[in-house]
């Protein structure tokens, strides 16, 4: 079983993305939503900087999302055909709920750049965490939108950049699961190098 809310252990054992784009509703609450916030707010961050930054895209909003999109595309591909430009109405229509995550990491501080980019990133894992505690599954997507100066500029200050779309729904249909590495590939007893005396 995917996703299975009967205890914290389970959760996090099962957890399972979904795909934004067969995401339906209903979609959280406003509350809700601020509760996924505040739970990715309460993230890991060496120097207690807030090198995060959540920007929530409204259904209200889509439409602006969409027509930001389609400048978006023109200028990243103007070869960009019809069904390339339909895709863009569908990524900005799809699932009842959207942040998007910002990285806002503090320049010339102490704590690296790196470090306040590993926070925004467990800030995202945090998020999706919050939003599969409460029903829901979350999807986080960057492609080439993340990567683009208008679709940034429209989301983020000077020296920030996207680190996400996160979407959040239900599953309008059954998740599988994805292959998982086997543990013995990713993790592994330490051996110390051998450094020899004199
Ligand atoms: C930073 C980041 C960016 C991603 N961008 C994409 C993307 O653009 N398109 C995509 O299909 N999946 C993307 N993914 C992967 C999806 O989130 C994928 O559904 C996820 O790895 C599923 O794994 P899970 O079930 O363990 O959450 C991205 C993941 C991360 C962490």
Not at 71 to 83: F, I, K, V
Not at 116 to 144: D, K, P, Y
Not at 168 to 196: C, F, H, M, Q, Y
């Amino acid at each position: 079983m995917l996703n299975d809310l009967s205890s914290t252990l389970a959760l996090l054992e099962t957890r399972r993305s979904g795909k934004p784009r067969e995401m339906a509703g209903p979609g959280p609450t406003d509350d809700e939503l601020q509760q996924i916030l505040a739970i990715a707010a309460r993230t890991p961050d060496h120097g207690k900087l807030n090198p995060w930054r959540f920007v929530t895209v409204g259904r209200d909003q889509r439409d602006d999302l969409a027509v930001l999109l389609h400048l978006a595309l023109n200028e990243h591909d103007p070869c960009a055909t019809a069904a390339h430009h339909e895709k863009e109405d569908e990524f900005a229509q799809q699932a009842p709920a959207l942040v998007v995550l910002v990285s806002a990491p503090v320049q010339g501080h102490k704590i690296p750049v790196w470090e306040q980019e590993l926070s925004c990133g467990a800030a995202g894992m945090n998020l999706l965490l919050a939003a599969h505690a409460l029903g829901f599954v979350g999807g986080w997507i960057t492609g080439w939108r993340a990567y683009n100066e208008r679709v940034r500029s429209a989301f983020c200050g000077d020296g920030e950049r996207i680190a996400g779309f996160i979407f959040i729904g239900k599953p309008d249909r059954e998740l599988e699961e994805r292959p998982r590495p086997a543990l013995a590939d990713v993790a592994r007893r330490w051996s110390p190098p051998n450094i020899s005396e004199g």
